[in-house]
């Protein structure tokens, strides 16, 4: 079976969980709520559909690892799901965090319905996880599942600390690469992390080989941010599917921005007088090249990259189908810009 | 003992226990994101101590239904300290959304450190309390524990559902008393009635005494309520400690209100024209009292306490010191216009 297999089997089981999960107990009085939900989950609205429903990258992860260690993926979908709504709550508040207007090509929950709705809808989403993550109980015992939830809660921790640091750093005079790598570490390396090492865990892997799994979701995370990062900058709108304005314009402080503000030549200077519009993007995309600070985060988006790989084979102690649809999933994350 | 020494007992091990969870692993980094859930907590900043802390009621009810069913109080902390990190999660998010600038007489989180920041802390919180809740594996079962997670699960999910509708409501031309009913059945009544329920539940109570539990402490929970939605009219500002401004003057859709609308007499004529001062308030009052608007707000009140009482009688069948000092908690939560 190759990844495309894997991804035809287990996308409309977590569709199907996770809508059974969101639709349960929604009276008619709560029609508006079961709305937001289901618009963000892009089962609703327009521009709904497969591309305004994201690619549950999470969620597969997971289930590819029970796979590989031959655990039974089904009995892991509760887990898989609370996984993917941990995610999307997490995008809920962030984009009013980030005061992001579109998400995949669709207005955000708040730009539709206004702050105080979106706070509310996240807070629910992020209810909703940790039941779905409790209706393990029909196929998980009570000691894994309390498992499962302490991993799951340290997440959302990490997640929480990984935004605050985001959010502080944007107000922060400076902030070095040792706190860029705290940041994601936090905001994206965490939950990809804790989907392959849940997935081991529920499979029933020994704690050597979770570690492995652990340390494969959290260089892959890392390695996805960095490339995310380059794309902000130098991806094609059209192929990412990402917003048409350059990271460059909403002043992130991605990786190549805070390499070459460590620089303190040309860019930083330009950089540091703000109002960059799009016309300045070129010439600021040229300085940052010159800066090394491109190759910089290719270098690091490479090295994550072949660190994960290698965590993937110790992970993996026999080559079986899984495993090569993993690796192909990984290679496609982190190779987007091609 | 009565409720005073009860509560001389419970407050400080509650307090230790809630700065315990709150404080682990903040390194240096998190300084910031530590502050603001210190000061939210009332441990620090300006017009920190006992009464920027409020009064901990939900955890001191649920240790005194363990105490009355005969548990161990001390082993239902890490549960009862969860609740309270529920009830704060949702204190700083609904200040948000309701844009409540003060609270306990100090500057809201999100008045202080902005909107993101604010989000941002409250989800922590909530993660806190899911975390502080598995921290019960010291003490209880994992059946327990599941069980009791199953309930704080729903009764976040109710509390979001119960914000919805009061959101919602503010945007609505129409609001029904049965509305009112149901969205204060979820803001207000859900999270005490859940206390009263796991009290007893971790105590080893039966099906019947859980049940009664929880029924008391849901009538507690309405009846609390409506006697704040009479305060937030005819209450006295320095007695009570909340803000100076009437509920009148935010256009609050309280019990008086909606059942005067009701009427579309002159109360509703002069509500519909908006603009309400402080100058206009007695006379909107008198407008509501000639509706019989705060007859009716007090006799549900007193039905509802007459109710709880009742369910606390059934639930505790032999009168023990808990019993009372649970009675008389209950009588002040009810009383507090005298």
Known sequence: ?????????????????????????????????K?????????EGEGSGSRAQGKRIRPIILLL????????????????????LIHNFSLIHDDIEDQSLTRHGRPTVWSRWGIAQAINTG???????????????????????????????????KLTRGQFLDLHFEQSEQTSLDDYWLMI??????????????G??????DHQQQKYFRDFGRSLGLAFQVVDDWLGIWGNPEQTGKSNDSDLMSYKKTLPVLHSLARNGEFAKRWNKRSITSENLSEL???????GSQNFTQDN???????????????????????????????????RRR
């Not at 031959?70 to 009995?75: D, L, Q």
């Open 123 to 157: 807070d629910l989403m992020f209810t909703l996880a940790f039941q779905t993550a409790a209706l393990a109980s029909g196929s998980m015992e009570d000691k894994l599942i309390l498992e499962s939830e302490k991993i799951l809660f340290h997440t959302t921790e």
């Open 1 to 33: 079976m190759s990844l495309l297999n894997y991804s035809e089997l287990f996308r409309p089981k977590i569709e199907d969980y996770l809508h059974q999960v969101i639709d349960q107990s929604n009276p008619p009085g709560y029609k508006e709520l």
């Open 285 to 291: 995309e040229q300085m940052l090249i010159k800066d």
């Open 185 to 198: 570490e936090g905001k994206t390396a965490a939950l990809i992390s804790a989907c392959a090492e849940l």
């Open 35 to 43: 709305s937001m939900l289901f618009y963000h989950m892009g089962w």
């Open 301 to 335: 988006a490479e090295k994550l990259t072949i660190e994960a790989m290698n965590f993937l084979k110790s992970a993996c102690p026999v080559e079986n189908d899984a495993c090569l649809a993993l690796e192909e999933l990984a290679r496609t994350l982190t190779q």
């Open 65 to 84: 690892c029970t796979e590989i260690c031959g655990g039974n993926w089904e009995a892991a979908l509760p887990i898989a799901a609370a996984v993917e």
């Open 200 to 205: 081991a865990l529920i499979a029933g892997a």
